[in-house]
Each structure stands twice: as C-alpha cells, then as structure tokens.
C-alpha cells in the first residue's frame, strides 16, 4: 500500500466508524424513542434519520455514482424543517432507506482507486477544479463524515 | 502541489473549518449560556469545552508536539464527570485554554511535512506501527475532527 492508499483507508475508515456507530445507536433505539425531540424545541429523531439519508442519497449523483435512491426525501429533510406540513415516510421504511444508500455508497467507493478520490465532484466545474484540486470526491467524503459526526452527537441524547 | 500534499490540505482544512465553526459559537454564547446543560440532564457548555480543551491538549503528546500545556484539565474534564466534586476553572479561562491549545497545534501543524503526517503516533509502538501504519499522526487528526463535530453538535443546543 503506498502512501495515497493508506490515507484514503483512514478517511474510508473514520467514514465507516462514524456510519457503524450510527448504526449501533439506531438499533438501539425503538421507533418511539427516535419520534422523540433530541432537545427541547429541537429535530426529531426521525428527522435527522431522514435528513442524514437525503444528505447521503445526495452523495450519490455529486460522487457520480448513479441517481439517488430517494429524491423525494429532499423536500421533506432537507429543503423544509421537521415542522413543515409535508408527511414523513414511516420510520420503519425511513431505517431502511439509511441502510440501502450507503449501502450503495459502500459499494461505489470499493470500486474506487486512489487516482479517481481526486477527480472532482460533480458539483464544480473543470474550470474552477482546475484552479482549486481541493473539490474533489475525497473532500466530499471528509465533509460529509463531520456532518454525520455533528448529527450523532446529538441523537445520542435520545437514548436513556 | 502533489497528490499527498493535496490530501493532508484537505484534512487539515476540515480540522480548521470545525475549530473555526466552534470558535464562531463560542464567541455567540455568554458565559451564562455556557453555564447550561446542552439538554437536560447532559453536559453542560463549560464541561464540553473543558473536555474538548482537554482532549485536543493531549494530542500535544500524543502527536510528538511537546508536553500537556494544561495537565490538569485531564481529571476535570476527561477522567471525570461533569457532576464530580473537582473545582473547574473559570469560563474565562477556559476559553483562553482553549483557544491556546489550539493556537499551539495550529504552529505544530504547519511545520510537519507530508511524510511527517505519516508517521507513527506516540500511542502506538515502533513494532505495532510497522503492521499497523494507519495509526498515524494524521489519523489523530481525522479522529479529533470527528470528536469535534460530534460534541460541536451539542453545543449549538446552548444558542437561542
């Protein structure tokens, strides 16, 4: 393993970590715990689940591994707050949408080799990548794993 | 820039996007507002900051950048709950530590090389290292971003 292979086995690694632990705690916590605000005033448990899967569901065509699963979770995660009028998918369906797209995540990065971590996201432009190598698939990763990081230190509070 | 440098950059720069995004709250919130519970029954605001000062003055240590600046801080925030019977230094002052700690492995940082990153942490042996060479110094860092992040997302509870 060459250097570049090593340091994107640790950035894989700390994703996988952070993905692992989230899992561990969800399946701890029933579906009533999760109904539940993390804090006072605060997200849902449900929604974070859903705003995790529609932040990685995003990964998957900015990462150009193919569309993304679940478009529809978007508008109810993402673009409006836990207190819109929009309905929510079940939990029990919201758990399993986690579950496939990174899932799909998993098996798009496997194929990856150190060379196309570099290659840009698709949400800059060969011009601009030119100018700024920092825009790629690797910085979309790190990014993405401190979001899930900053998510599950707080549904966390969920457990008893 | 090659390839290596380029990664190390990226690490770094989601190292300093979180300290920034954490002193930016700090500067929001009050001392009075730190005093708080994140949620009932959790940590409050000083304890965090005291844990993640304490955390990120072990890494000094650890990452071969010089002795504890502030030792003590360890059996306050580390070894012991919020709730112990230890007396913790003013909020002031640990806003100080902080942002010291921070200031030195900021210096740290900028004067290791690429190679260097690579390089063994001083919590792993020379014989583990040599099957084990992911546990580097810049696994530390992607490790306490992480940590950052997650209690980061504690925090952002003590704002109104």
């Not at 949408?97 to 698709?122: C, I, M, S, T």
Request: charged share 20%.
């Amino acid at each position: 393993m060459n250097q570049q292979e090593l340091i994107i086995k640790i950035t894989l690694d700390a994703w996988n970590a952070q993905i692992s632990r989230t899992n561990k705690l969800l399946a701890e916590l029933t579906d009533e715990q999760l109904s539940k605000q993390v804090a006072p005033g605060r997200n849902s448990g449900v929604y974070l689940i859903g705003h995790l899967a529609a932040v990685h569901d995003g990964m998957l065509p900015l990462l150009g591994a193919g569309e993304k699963l679940y478009p529809s979770l978007e508008a109810v995660f993402l673009t409006n707050p836990d207190k819109s009028d929009l309905s929510k998918p079940s939990t029990t369906d919201l758990r399993y949408y986690w579950n496939n797209v990174n899932n799909k995540l998993a098996e798009y990065f496997a194929g990856l080799n150190p060379d196309q971590w570099l290659q840009k996201h698709n949400a800059v432009s060969a011009e601009d990548f030119a100018k700024e190598p920092h825009r790629n698939k690797l910085n979309v990763l790190l990014s993405r794993t401190n979001h899930l990081s900053n998510h599950l230190g707080q549904l966390i509070f969920l457990k008893k």
